[in-house]
């Protein structure tokens, strides 16, 4: 490739993009864990657990009060089912995916693969879109979920008094500057937040729970109250069915938890093509996650349901968006709440943590190599920048308010759970596992209806996450379109032929031909010599060499690029391609051939028949089109210096 002189970076520039030279290589893990631990070296699947757990546990913190919103009285019954689909649909679900896609690429690279060209494309950046709605979203909920807490304290309340929206934008600084200056002993913090948290919240289950059994009219008065509202368990059952999508934020937690994958310490004998340990292990992450957290759904919920008055889950309600810390003062004194109230601040704050993690693990996985993102958005802290001017964004339309920004929240939880169930719907049909297969599809179909009953219910979630995808795809484009020109090919190899081709002709000077294959019969070498010969006034002795491109997929970006050499007809070398481009793919042998002879290489092109403008976006979407102008600009682009730059005649 072209060796050209560049000043210096600034210091700044240098702290800003600092790892990027070793981010997005081969497809390789990026974002705040791209230094992950060597193999062997990980930490146990627990201690990782916890870093899921800030997201997933964090929940407790609004899913109770949520759940009473959403169903009253049968917030329990609700809240049961929302379990069973949990255990019996999005943790097989997610074991699945842990077994296809053990480096943390999670459903999305497993969908990925099914599709390819523009479609492919489209379709990733379709749930890199929900992604992005679930990630961002938890982040701005979680601060203002934290910033209620705050707010709400007895001690702090005439304070604080409107000061939510504030406190939120402050604590999304405070997350933004902890990726700024590193994210090293994330899993230590974690584990330290989740262990208090989920102390804490046992107590006050088991001081709710006793309040229950020691105030016996409490079941008594909740059971008549459901009587008379619902009249039998049947239609109990049934209206908790149709308002369980509501409750699909204690859903969430799953996507971050295969996204972790990396950093689970597995078996002495794992290696990055079979980590047998990583998965099992992984599994077990999984697996007792979701079992803590069930249990912790079913009882607060039950609690919260009996112990707190209907009217304080209101909007301007003592347990809006509280229910937990609400009990731990009711039941438990000042202290022990603010003490809760600390602890539950905390672990929201770092739910976000989580929630930017998982951003910046994904989104330079696909936009960098799809093109569709500039080469700085493989470097974590510009990316955090970005990401945290969104999240401000977000919070400021939602003026911080945690209901408002529920449906979304879930609408991204589904659409990401839902994507997940079929793509291992797809695996387990291509393994020939029947059982699976039928298992997997049924649990497709409850998402799959859960997603839709969330959309028709509270669209705006839908729409926020339409907003997130317009604007990926926006921007996707339009960094592809600037970065149209740039020389994308990463490497190029040479075969034995080709290679011979090349030695053969650095004695002398160096032309090649460029080719559209046909029929490569022997007259179409002899017409493409003899009109070359023509339009450029050469004479008879000048020997040639044809390169000729195939385009595979033009929706790909970055590739290395191979040549082969082959002598047709017992007189025609011809160089062969393989490219997603035809300009690119040129100008790289180009600059190539110049580096390894150090002779000035020419090229031979015809003039392409065709509107300009239309040449253009057959280049941008397939590859092909104005060939020679678009070939000459990547060298300029690649090459500044005309004087070394391979020479580009158009005939």
Sequence with gaps: MATTEHPPPSRLRSWMLEGLSDMGKGGGHTGPHAQVEPAHKGQRWYRVMCLTGVDYFSTLGYQPGIAALAAGLLSPIATIVLVIVTLAGALPVYRRVAKESPHGEGSIAMLERLLSFWQGKLFVLTLLG?????????????????????VENPHLTSALHDKQLLITLILVALLGAVFLKGFLEAIGVAVALVG????????????????VITAGHVITDWSSALTAEHGNIFVMIGVALLVFPKLALGLSGFETGVAVMPHVKGEDSDTEERPTGRIRDTKKLLTTAALIMSAFLITTSFITTLLIPEKEFESGGEANGRALAYLAHEYLGNGFGTVYD????????????????????????????????????????????VFTLVAFLVTW??????????????????VLISSAAIAVTIAARKAGQRNWTIAFAVISAVFLYTTVANVIERPD???????????????????????????????????????RFIRDMASRK???????????????????????????????????????????????????????????????RVLTLESSSVPNALAALLLHVRDSTGRTPHIYFEWTEGHPFANFLRFFLFGQGEVA?????????????????????TG
């Design 629 to 649: 102008p678009v070939t000459r600009e990547v060298l300029r682009e690649a090459e500044p210096d005309r004087s070394r730059r391979p020479r580009v005649h």
């Design 130 to 150: 929900f992604a992005a709605t679930d990630f961002l979203i938890t982040i701005t909920l979680s601060a203002a979920d934290a910033s209620t807490h705050l």
């Design 461 to 499: 979630g839908v729409k926020i996450g339409a907003c997130f995808i317009v604007g990926i795809i926006l921007i996707s484009l339009l960094s592809r379109l600037a970065r149209a020109f740039e020389l994308r090919v990463t490497s190029v190899t040479l075969d034995g032929m080709a290679e």
């Design 196 to 211: 208090i948290y989920l102390a804490l919240n046992a107590v006050v289950v088991v001081v709710g729970l006793w309040h």
């Design 342 to 385: 600390i602890s539950t601040i905390a672990i929201l704050w770092f739910a976000g943590a989580s929630a930017m993690a998982g951003l910046l693990n994904l989104m330079p996985r696909y936009l960098p190599r799809y093109g569709m993102a500039p080469h700085w958005a493989r470097a974590v802290r510009p990316m955090v920048i």
């Design 397 to 414: 339309i939602f003026d911080a308010d945690v209901d408002a920004q529920g449906g979304a929240y879930a609408t991204g939880v589904l």
């Design 510 to 572: 160096i032309r090649f031909i460029a080719n559209e294959p046909d029929q490569r019969d022997k007259a179409e070498y002899r017409d493409k010599i003899e009109q070359i010969r023509a339009d450029n006034d050469m004479p008879e002795q000048e020997d040639f060499v044809f390169v000729e491109v195939t385009v595979i997929d033009p929706s790909e970006f970055e590739a290395g690029l191979t040549v082969r050499g082959e002598v047709l007809h017992n007189r025609y």
